[in-house]
């Protein structure tokens, strides 16, 4: 089992729609997760962390549900400018570090 | 303003001929990390510095070398490279003081073998 999976996509939505993106781990240690997004020949860059409590920033959500080892994103109101690829990031502690790794992405593409 | 500089953005390179990336960082963060994502694959971490102390992957090929003369430079170096390490290489830093900290990314060098 991959140490994080995603929706394998991709997703083509109308503008305004609503989109949910699924992510699993299998780590039970991890500490942290994230949700990062990269544009096409970019580097990712930091979306949204993710915590147990929920968290929104505008028209993105996020949750985790540890029990489930379940993270999710949910983004309203699709915006052309939304099209990109999601990165669900899990943060485990090896040793004395912490690593972040990387789910294989969700690609997201905003019609109008 | 970058933050974490990588240079150069786009790299040309010959078979088996050496290549070092580098990788500048005006953070002053203690983790200084390497990825390599090649086309629709997640960024694979290849090696990462907590200051001076190096750790590599278990799956890093020996060919991928690492060197952080200072807080602010981290180099990649591939001694001989194969067609099959074309990709993007991607340089990260963090503050390493609490695992709910984001790593920065560089904006990448893509890699081609010719």
């Known amino acids: 089992r991959k140490e994080v999976e995603q929706d394998p996509g991709p997703f083509n939505v109308p503008e305004g729609a609503t989109v949910a993106f699924n992510c699993t781990y299998s780590n039970s240690a991890s500490q942290s997760f994230f949700w990062y997004r990269q544009d096409c020949r970019k580097e990712p860059k930091l979306l949204m962390s993710v915590y147990s409590s929920g968290n929104e920033d505008g028209r993105f959500t996020a949750q985790l549900n540890r029990a489930s080892q379940y993270i999710s994103l949910l983004i309203r109101d699709s915006k052309l400018s939304d099209s990109a690829t999601y990165l669900c990031v899990v943060n485990t502690r090896r040793g004395g570090y912490s690593t972040l790794t990387f789910g294989k992405g969700t690609m997201l593409l905003v019609s109008p | 303003d970058a933050m974490v500089i990588q240079n150069p953005r786009y790299q040309v390179t010959q078979f088996g001929k050496p290549v070092t990336l580098s990788c500048s960082q005006t953070?002053?963060?203690?983790?200084m990390y390497w990825y390599q994502q090649k086309s629709s694959q997640a960024p694979k971490l290849l090696f990462h510095y907590y200051d001076k102390d190096f750790n590599n992957e278990a799956d890093t090929p020996d060919n991928f070398q690492s060197r952080r003369p200072n807080t602010s430079f981290c180099f990649l170096d591939i001694r001989s490279p194969g067609l099959g390490d074309a990709a993007m290489y991607l340089c990260a830093t963090s503050t390493g003081d609490s695992p709910n900290q984001p790593q920065h990314f560089g904006d990448g060098t893509r890699l081609s073998i010719l």
């Open positions: 953070l002053n963060h203690n983790v």
